[in-house]
């Protein structure tokens, strides 16, 4: 009877835990959307207006494995002390952080270029905000079918 009562207590411990564990988890699990980006980038930003132009973002259109998705932004800039970028956000509207990486520039970088990889859930937009020196904002979209990998299985 003793014994019974152990791992009845065991086990009543150790789905206790994996409860708490769950708990914790689970909102890191949740996939970002339009809206999550949307937010963010009024954290961000508030109600600036967000313009298109200016900025490429390079990505395949069909991403064999999610694991690893090439992404490339080019913003178009002088690059001088007054005109330049300051920084691009990468977002992902179907990971679950909504904003993948960021790069910063100075004018001392001469271009506003860089390159990176990143791992996809499933097929999803992907939005690039260049930021520049004069406080303008500029966006890209580009949408990527992921067909096998991604980082949700």
Not at 53 to 72: F, H, R, S, T, Y
Not at 82 to 101: L, M, R, S, W, Y
Not at 107 to 129: D, E, F, H, W, Y
Request: hydrophobic fraction near 45%; aromatic fraction near 4%.
């Amino acid at each position: 009877m003793r014994m019974m009562q152990s791992a009845t207590r065991r086990f009543v411990l150790s789905a206790g835990g994996a409860v708490a564990l769950a708990a914790i988890l689970a909102p890191r699990l949740a996939m970002a959307d339009e809206k999550a980006v949307a937010e963010e980038l009024k954290k961000l930003y508030g109600d600036k207006k967000i313009e298109t132009g200016k900025i490429k973002l390079d990505m395949p259109q069909i991403a064999e494995n999610g694991l690893v998705v090439p992404v490339a932004v080019d913003v178009e800039s002088a690059m001088t002390e007054a005109d330049h970028v300051k920084a691009v956000h990468i977002f992902a509207e179907g990971n679950p952080q909504v904003q993948t990486c960021s790069f910063y520039f100075t004018p001392a970088c001469g271009k506003a270029s860089a390159a990176t990889r990143m791992r996809l859930a499933q097929t999803q937009n992907i939005v690039a905000v260049a930021e520049m020196s004069n406080g303008a904002l500029y966006s890209a979209k580009a949408e990527v079918k992921v067909t096998i990998g991604g980082c949700g299985g």
